[in-house]
């Protein structure tokens, strides 16, 4: 009986499923912000891919409290970091549906009247947000993409820095 010699298939090594990538959102004026959100994620089949983020943004928004009487103005500024965990569907090649867990927290000064003058008092709190959504990818090389991604967060509430929908831009880069 003859043998087959046909090579043998390998698997993919771990490494060539990871894509790294993320986005950076800047402005800057009034309202100042810096958002850096890199993402390491992992290809569990062609269509199916999870990952883990990270999240900074710094917001700035300048003379945000005018006190009429004094003429004190304050700058409202917070510190926001966290991390997620995410999953990605990809329906059809360019088509994709996303859902994603982030846990941020919020460095902010609350700002209040007192005595006659304004105080500050540095405080924080952890906003909890559950998003889901979907996206469009034009690919870039054989395993990188750049994407737009339009998300609802499920459990938006008064400190969340996100309103409904959120939209996201960034790229991907694999192996």
Excluded: C
Aim: proline residues 3%; charged residues 20%.
């Amino acid at each position: 009986m003859a043998q087959d010699n046909k090579p043998e298939e390998m698997s993919p090594r771990f490494t060539d499923r990871l894509i790294f990538g993320g986005s950076l959102g800047l402005q800057f004026g009034t309202l100042t912000l810096i958002d850096i959100s890199p993402v390491v994620g992992y290809r569990i089949t062609p269509k199916l891919e999870a990952g883990l983020g990270a999240t900074y943004k710094y917001y700035k928004y300048k003379d945000f409290y005018f006190d009429q009487t004094t003429g004190q103005k304050f700058d409202l500024k917070s510190n926001i970091f966290g991390g997620s965990v995410y999953t990605r569907y990809h329906i059809l090649e360019n088509i994709f549906l996303h859902g994603e867990f982030e846990r941020l927290r919020y460095d902010y000064d609350d700002i209040y009247y007192s005595g006659g003058t304004f105080m500050r008092n540095a405080t924080h709190t952890y906003i909890n947000s559950l998003m889901v959504g979907g996206g469009l990818r034009q690919r870039i090389a054989n395993n990188s993409y750049f994407y737009v991604l339009a998300l609802w967060n499920l459990t938006e509430d008064a400190m969340s820095p996100y309103s409904n929908p959120i939209i996201r831009m960034g790229m991907l880069f694999g192996r």
